[in-house]
C-alpha cells in the first residue's frame, strides 16, 4: 500500500466518521455553522470599516490647502438663492 492510497483511505473514514457525528448532532453542528458564519460576517465588516478609515486618513494627508491665488469657496447661507 503506497503512502497516497493510505492517506487518501483515512481522509474518506474520516469524512465518514463526521458525516455519521453530524446527523446524530445536527443541531450542536447548525449552532457551530450560525457561529462561525457570525465571525467571518464581524470580521469582513471590520476589514471593510479599517479599509475604509485608512482610506479617509490617506485623503485627508493628501488635502489640497487653499492659499496664494486660489479663492476660498463662499459659504451658501440655507434657503436664499442668489440669481444674476
Not at 487653499?66 to 438663492?81: D, F
Request: aromatic residues 14%; glycine residues 4%; positive net charge.
Amino acid at each position: 500500500m503506497t503512502t497516497s492510497i493510505l492517506i487518501k483511505s483515512f481522509l474518506e473514514l474520516a469524512f465518514i466518521c463526521l458525516l455519521i457525528y453530524g446527523f446524530m448532532h445536527e443541531d450542536k453542528v447548525i449552532a457551530f455553522e450560525q457561529k462561525v458564519w457570525r465571525i467571518l460576517f464581524v470580521q469582513y465588516r471590520r476589514y471593510r470599516r479599517k479599509k475604509r478609515y485608512a482610506k479617509m486618513q490617506k485623503n485627508r494627508d493628501f488635502r489640497v490647502v487653499n492659499g496664494g491665488n486660489v479663492p476660498a469657496p463662499r459659504k451658501r447661507i440655507r434657503g436664499t438663492t442668489h440669481v444674476a
